[in-house]
């Protein structure tokens, strides 16, 4: 049987990855413009240190110019790659430029660009390899007012600024998926408990239901043949043989409640007629033949019954087209009816009857392998041969508590999974 534990905790486990995906996502975006932040505040005022001596006089003497030089180049040792200064006409009048970076300077020229007229900070990063370079343009005021000129510059942060940044995010994260995780297993036991109720209650209308269709299908089976063995052993052969053919779960369902009615419209069928022990008639075997239509009338108005509909209206259809109820042929025949028609007569074949003894194994395969092609599928005999002996072993011989034993063991299984891949779809 699913364990209702291990749905509850893959689910679980899938909400936890969603969220913490989510939630993770959402911390790293934070995270990183925070980090972001602080690289270009860090650049920023470094930037802001730069003093505009020279500028700011309203002169250009060669003199003033020399000082802003030689004050460049000794600010550019301070992690900086490139510096250039423009004066308040955005003319460039100075630079600099620090032989240690010469590598990340030769891939920076892609990032030259035009000073904006709005007179705006700007602060943008670039990756150069290992390096985190943020580039910065600043106005540099003036002390008569309104800016000196401009500073650009191409700051290089420091590794081991960054490890600390990257160690404070990864901090985060995992504080975040921890807290995620632990929110999780709180809340499964929360869940198991709210629906401890709704699961029995599951298990309980699962059993009802499985049980209204087997003392419904006993109790045709009984009248037919004054045994409901019957209806356990078919069930039990047609789950096998349906395993074989790899049926999915909600077809497994289907074929289980498909076999234990599949002969519900007998009770519409006269005892003189059910219960002959003679060979029928031309026209009582006619109103034999309506239990198919009789069977399908019955469990019309039951949605959950429908599964079963495919085996009641369609189990004496023949492969070569000469059964009944509409004369299928082939492949236009459901799966689960040619499924069904096999383990029908086999099991007919081989069981003891008011009227009959049962027929020996071999003999009772050599029919069906005899019939393959007209009445059965011969793809289904192939590989109902290779099983039957085992199932028949045992199957076939167990006593009616047995049966009632194996069956509700297979079927409550079945029906679990086929409502779990029904609710998947």
């Known amino acids: 049987?699913?364990?209702?534990?291990?749905?509850?905790?893959?689910?679980?486990?899938?909400?936890?990855?969603?969220?913490?995906?989510?939630?993770?996502?959402?911390?790293?975006?934070?995270?990183?413009?925070?980090?972001?932040?602080?690289?270009?505040?860090?650049?920023?005022?470094?930037?802001?240190?730069?003093?505009?001596?020279?500028?700011?006089?309203?002169?250009?003497?060669?003199?003033?110019?020399?000082?802003?030089?030689?004050?460049?180049?000794?600010?550019?040792?301070?992690?900086?790659?490139?510096?250039?200064?423009?004066?308040?006409?955005?003319?460039?009048?100075?630079?600099?430029?620090?032989?240690?970076?010469?590598?990340?300077?030769?891939?920076?020229?892609?990032?030259?660009?035009?000073?904006?007229?709005?007179?705006?900070?700007?602060?943008?990063?670039?990756?150069?390899?290992?390096?985190?370079?943020?580039?910065?343009?600043?106005?540099?005021?003036?002390?008569?007012?309104?800016?000196?000129?401009?500073?650009?510059?191409?700051?290089?942060?420091?590794?081991?600024?960054?490890?600390?940044?990257?160690?404070?995010?990864?901090?985060?994260?995992?504080?975040?998926?921890?807290?995620?995780?632990?929110?999780?297993?709180?809340?499964?036991?929360?869940?198991?408990?709210?629906?401890?109720?709704?699961?029995?209650?599951?298990?309980?209308?699962?059993?009802?239901?499985?049980?209204m269709a087997s003392v419904l299908g006993a109790a045709i089976a009984k009248r037919d043949s004054d045994t409901g063995d019957h209806n356990f052993r078919v069930t039990l052969y047609a789950i096998k043989l349906g395993e074989a053919c790899g049926l999915e779960p909600v077809a497994m369902r289907q074929l289980i409640l498909g076999a234990f009615l599949h002969d519900v419209g007998k009770i519409g069928i006269s005892d003189n007629i059910l219960l002959k022990p003679d060979k029928l008639t031309d026209e009582e075997f006619t109103i034999m033949r309506t239990h198919v239509a009789l069977g399908v009338d019955i469990i019309a108005d039951s949605q959950w019954l429908q599964g079963a509909r495919q085996i009641i209206e369609n189990h004496h259809e023949k492969f070569d087209g000469k059964g009944y109820l509409h004369g299928l042929k082939g492949e236009e025949i459901p799966l689960n009816a040619r499924i069904f028609a096999i383990i029908d007569v086999f099991d007919a074949l081989t069981s003891r009857r008011p009227y009959k003894e049962p027929m020996a194994l071999d003999t009772a395969l050599d029919i069906i392998e005899k019939d393959a092609g007209t009445h059965f599928d011969p793809r289904l005999v192939t590989r109902f041969l290779e099983i039957a002996p085992a199932l028949y072993a045992s199957i076939g011989q167990a006593d009616e508590k047995e049966l009632s034993d194996k069956l509700r063991k297979q079927t409550i299984s079945y029906f679990l999974q086929a409502s779990i891949s029904a609710k998947k779809t």
Do not use: C
């Open 1 to 211: 049987m699913i364990s209702i534990h291990r749905i509850v905790l893959r689910r679980l486990f899938a909400a936890w990855l969603i969220v913490s995906i989510l939630l993770g996502g959402v911390a790293y975006y934070i995270e990183m413009e925070k980090i972001d932040d602080a690289i270009i505040a860090l650049a920023a005022r470094q930037a802001t240190e730069f003093a505009p001596e020279g500028l700011d006089t309203g002169k250009r003497n060669p003199e003033d110019l020399a000082k802003l030089g030689a004050q460049a180049e000794s600010f550019v040792r301070n992690n900086f790659v490139v510096i250039e200064i423009y004066d308040h006409d955005q003319k460039h009048i100075a630079e600099a430029a620090n032989p240690k970076f010469a590598h990340i300077a030769e891939q920076l020229k892609k990032h030259k660009h035009q000073i904006p007229f709005d007179n705006k900070n700007l602060y943008k990063r670039h990756l150069i390899g290992p390096d985190t370079v943020v580039q910065v343009l600043v106005p540099l005021p003036s002390k008569l007012g309104g800016n000196a000129g401009f500073f650009e510059g191409f700051f290089v942060v420091d590794r081991k600024v960054l490890e600390d940044f990257n160690k404070q995010l990864w901090r985060t994260l995992n504080a975040v998926l921890i807290a995620v995780l632990a929110t999780s297993l709180l809340l499964y036991p929360i869940i198991t408990s709210l629906n401890r109720d709704v699961i029995r209650f599951s298990h309980e209308v699962f059993r009802g239901n499985l049980e």
